[in-house]
């Protein structure tokens, strides 16, 4: 277990230093953050036999939010171009809407996308993008010629850790995740919504059970959240990229403090939620999740795989946790064993994850943002369709 000691990390970003060793005397990774370069694979942890996946599309440019409509089919936004796209089982892909508002701007753009619970009815999507100004929410009936509906303003907006997945929780109330826009104090100051995850009505008001009177801070503590999903029990999961040393897989409980910037990673300081999971970014960088059954598909960025995370009961505290190389889980904590990897430099960097109404999970990758060692291959961008054996 460590704390990361923020000023020494910065420091060593600036420097190009090595991270300080852990507690339990390992040296960690050095801290190199505009590496882009995965890992290496974990030849004991393996987990290719237990998936299948197959393209849905292809040719897309940096799809980054993805719901589903009643019949099956999806919605995808693309950052860059800022369309939203309608994206059939059969792969056919069709231009609906552009959010002629958004601005993209290194990682900010047209990020999120939700569907409404009433959506053959009112035929109303809410989206999550950046402007000059800020990040923010709105409101958008597809329709042809209607413009979004602002509900939430003035989310903190950065070139980096715009946060921006939005998804409907179980309760019928929209979430989302704000980064903290690379200001590091906005995570603990709960008037700032960045670094946060937020439960909202669909006008973008506060509901009833949030945490903090008249707020829509469901967490906080956050520094750049991308992954949301809930599993059977309700219980909800966000995955989160770190700064340099360690990604992380948390339970989210309504008016935790998740540790940022004070600590990254298992910290073992009872103010703050530890992570169930972790990992180095170097296999990580993780971006989404999503749940199918008792297991966490997770996918990775910069790690350019998944990882199978077996769930289990959840505990208020756990008792111990377990570590290889470059991935620590706490047992007990919610987590049933030892997370695996799958699709090693298969498909590139994968980043959203979002299970189906038929339980397969649809993935997209972003290798077209420029990050990719080597760049795309002629099939990206791509939604891809993954099923558990």
Known sequence: MRRAGIALLS???????????????????????????????????????????????????????????????????????????????TGAVTPVARIGEANSDNEGGLLGIAVSRGYKKDRTVYVYYTTKVDNRIARLKLDGHSRPQPIVTGIPRGGIHDGGRLAFGPDG?????????????????????????????????????????RSLVWSYGHRNPEGLAWDAN???????????????????????????????????????????VVWHPEVGVAAGVAITG??????????????????GPSPVVASSFSDTASVRWRT?????????????????????????????????????????PGGPVPDDDRVLRLTLH
Not at 21 to 42: K, M, S
Not at 188 to 196: A, N, R
Not at 248 to 269: K, T
Not at 350 to 370: C, I
Request: glycine residues 14%; hydrophobic residues 35%.
């Open 294 to 311: 008792t297991t966490a598909v997770v996918t990775c960025l910069r790690g350019q795989r998944i990882y199978l995370v077996p769930l």
């Open 11 to 89: 420091v060593c970003v600036l420097a190009g230093c090595s991270s300080p060793a852990g507690a339990e005397g390992r040296p960690l990774p050095p801290i190199n953050p505009t590496d882009f370069h995965r890992g290496a694979a974990d030849p004991s942890g393996g987990a290719d036999g237990r998936v299948s996946v197959s393209t849905i599309a292809r040719h897309l440019d940096v799809p980054w939010g993805l719901s589903f409509l009643p019949d099956g089919s999806a919605l995808v936004t693309e950052r860059r171009t800022l369309r939203i796209l309608h994206v059939a089982t």
């Open 173 to 213: 109330y929209l979430y989302a995740t704000t980064g903290e826009a690379s200001r590091t104090e906005a995570a603990q100051d709960l008037h700032i919504l960045g670094g946060k995850i937020l439960r909202m009505t669909t006008d973008g008001k506060p509901p009833p059970g949030n945490p903090f009177p």
């Open 332 to 372: 007990g904590s919610g987590v049933a064993g030892r997370p695996v990897e799958a699709l090693t430099e298969r498909y590139g960097r994968l980043r959203t994850a979002v299970t189906a109404p038929d339980g397969s999970v649809w993935m997209t990758t972003s290798n077209r943002d420029g990050r990719r």
């Open 234 to 276: 309700g219980v909800m999961y966000s995955s989160e990229i770190g700064q340099a040393v360690w990604d992380e897989l948390n339970i989210i409980r309504p008016g935790g403090d998740y540790g940022w910037p004070a600590v990254e990673g298992i910290g073992g300081n009872p103010r703050y939620v530890d992570p169930v």
